[in-house]
Structure formats: structure tokens, C-alpha cells
């Protein structure tokens, strides 16, 4: 007889137990974030006689994947007979950097899965699920499914939606201006403080791109890495319709790509951001972190092409300058990284936003 294939609608005390387990391959999954990108970062747990056997998590990009690490990490392989697996994602069935994972699972003959949430690679989707189910194992999906999106919102609207993941940043004065009206030298002038910083640079890290306009490569000659973190620095990229940004430009002086976008790549007067999402989802990009300038963010804001706002406060006054983007939209969290305050926005939690 084939396997049961059980969608969780609601939860029974027998779920409860499943949700503690989902909960811990929930932690393992945020220990292989981001090195794991552009893989989705997954959390394996493997369960015997009420006790956990083996446990793993998706290794750094072209590594094994969770579900391997759980199994090599079982002792005694003759319980798997008898055991339970619960997976953060769906196991994949097709062949990549590393064999399917379904695959390994049915030879060792492991007659329960738990799944939180299926995977929408067109790849997968469902596919791992039918192939476990043909193999006579129980399979339950859904457990804890909205936190198992949640942790790799990336890769879902990456596949779901055919753009990348896409987060707004930008820091703003007390009186609402992200930037003077002039300044005397060719470097950014801080409105948020030393610590704002390295927070931001650790963001950086754990996405794939960063975008910026050409004038504030013009106005601030950034380097845009990660150099006040310890990760990789994200792929570069600039929007430079007319040529004007200078080859000795900062942005050149590593080793990660860097992408122009001119007038022969992106048509600037019409749909602009809808033409770079679609560019950087053609670059296998998932994820990007905009930080400006204001134009750009507002082409962006404007086309309701974001998913996430990250916003600083600073304590200073300009009285004057370049106006900060308007969001109208209500924070989701406020926190204070010493006298900066910082706001988070989620627009899919925007059930007013206009």
C-alpha cells in the first residue's frame, strides 16, 4: 500500500508534540542562515522512542543539506527504522549541487516525515513529498507552516512572486532629511551612529545584492561591503542610466560583482522597478537590500515592489536637505540602538497601506 499523505488543518494534542520538534528544526535552520544562500537555510530533527537521535541543518552553499547532516548524525542507523523525521522544508527530488534528499530518506526506510512547509521550487513542489509517500512512509505537512515560510521568506518570493526579496533601508534626521543640502567633501555624512552602522553591514551580509542610484555613488563614493562585519560582501547594484559613475568609484575595489544598469538595460522612463526586479530575479538573485538614494526608494515605495522597510532615526537636525522617502505605512517594532531609533516595516503586514 502506498504511504498516508495527512494535511494539518488544525491542532490536536498529537500536533502539539509535532510543533515542539518543527520549533527546534526551526532554531537549527537560523544556524545555516546566510551561508547557506541561495539554498533555503533547513532544520532536520530526527525522533526515536521520544527521543531526539539526530539533528541538522543546511551547510554552507553547495554543502549537505539538512536532512543528510540528521541521518550521519544517528548513531545507531537501525533505529531510522523506527523513527521519525521532521524537516523545516519539504526534501527536495531532483538533483543539484548535492543528490535528492527524498532519496535518502526512502532508502533508509524512515517511516514518518513531518514537513513544515512544501517547497515552491518548480523543481520540487510536492514532488519530494509524493515520492516519500510512494515509499509507504506517513507524511504530515503544514506543521508550524507560516514560521517555516517566515524563515525563508527569501527563497518563497523569490520562486512565488519571480523577484527577489526586497528590503528598503535608509536613515533619516529627526526632521526628516536623509541627507544635507551640500557638503564639502565626496563621503556620506552620518546621521545614524557607529553601532546603526555595523548593524547595517551585518544586513548586508545576509543578502545576495545591494542596489544604491548613481548619485549617491556620485554624492557619497560608497563601498558598499560588509567591512564592520564578518560575512560575504553582497553582489553590487548601481543604477547609472546616462554613464556617470567614475571606474575609480569605491564600488570597484573588491572582488564582488558589480552591475551597472543603463539606459540599454533598464528602460528608466516607465515601470522601473518592476524592470529591476525582473532583472535580478534573471541573475538568480533572491534577495537585496536598497539603500538609496531617495529616488530610488521611492520608485520602489511608489510600486509597492518591497517587503521590508528598515529605517533609522537619528537625534540630529538638518533643517534642510534631501527629503526622506515617504512611507505611509505603519512600523512594525521600534527599537533604540542608543539615541538612534530604528523602525521596522513589513508591507504584507500593511492592511491599510495606500
Excluded at 234 to 257: A, Q, T
Aim: contains cysteine; proline residues 5%.
Amino acid at each position: 500500500m502506498p504511504g498516508i499523505f495527512i494535511k494539518v488543518k488544525s491542532y490536536f494534542c498529537a500536533v502539539k508534540i509535532h510543533e515542539k520538534y518543527m520549533r527546534r528544526c526551526l532554531a537549527l535552520a537560523k544556524k545555516g542562515f546566510p551561508a547557506a544562500m541561495p539554498n533555503p537555510s533547513v532544520g532536520a530533527v530526527i525522533v526515536c522512542d521520544g527521543k531526539i537521535i539526530g539533528e541538522g541543518f543546511t551547510s554552507a552553499y553547495g554543502g549537505a543539506h539538512a536532512e543528510v547532516g540528521a541521518i550521519a548524525a544517528v548513531k545507531d542507523q537501525k533505529l531510522l527504522k523506527k523513527s521519525t523525521l521532521y524537516v523545516s522544508l519539504e526534501p527536495c527530488s531532483h538533483f543539484g549541487k548535492t543528490p535528492p534528499c527524498c532519496d535518502l530518506i526512502i532508502k533508509h526506510q524512515i517511516p514518518n516525515v513531518i514537513i513544515g512547509a512544501t517547497d515552491p521550487n518548480p523543481k520540487v513542489a510536492g514532488e519530494g513529498i509524493q515520492k516519500i509517500i510512494a515509499a509507504n512512509s506517513t507524511v504530515i505537512t503544514g506543521v508550524l507552516e507560516q514560521e517555516c515560510i517566515e524563515i525563508n521568506r527569501r527563497f518563497f518570493t523569490f520562486h512565488n512572486e519571480k523577484r527577489p526579496y526586497i528590503i528598503l533601508k535608509w536613515a533619516q534626521s529627526k526632521d526628516g532629511f536623509i541627507a544635507p543640502k551640500s557638503k564639502e567633501q565626496q563621503a556620506p555624512h552620518w546621521i545614524s551612529n557607529v553601532y546603526s552602522r555595523q548593524l547595517t553591514h551585518k544586513w548586508r551580509s545576509e543578502e545576495q545584492a545591494i542596489l544604491v542610484g548613481a548619485q549617491t555613488v556620485i554624492d557619497d563614493n560608497p563601498k558598499l561591503n560588509v567591512r564592520d562585519w564578518t560575512g560575504q560582501n553582497p553582489i553590487k547594484i548601481v543604477l547609472d542610466p546616462c554613464g556617470r559613475i567614475s571606474k575609480e568609484s569605491h564600488i570597484f575595489g573588491d572582488s564582488s560583482e558589480t552591475f551597472l544598469l543603463n539606459n540599454e538595460a533598464i528602460d528608466f522612463t516607465q515601470n522601473v522597478a518592476e524592470q529591476i526586479a525582473g532583472f535580478l530575479f534573471k541573475k538568480g538573485i533572491q534577495s537585496v537590500i536598497i539603500e538609496g538614494g531617495r529616488q530610488t526608494l521611492q520608485t520602489f515605495i511608489d510600486a509597492k515592489i518591497w517587503d521590508e522597510a528598515r529605517v533609522f532615526i537619528g537625534p540630529e537636525n538638518l533643517t534642510d536637505g534631501v527629503p526622506a522617502p515617504i512611507l505611509k505605512a505603519k512600523a512594525n517594532s521600534r527599537s533604540h540602538i542608543i539615541e538612534d531609533e530604528l523602525l521596522i516595516y513589513k508591507r504584507y503586514d500593511q492592511h491599510d497601506y495606500i
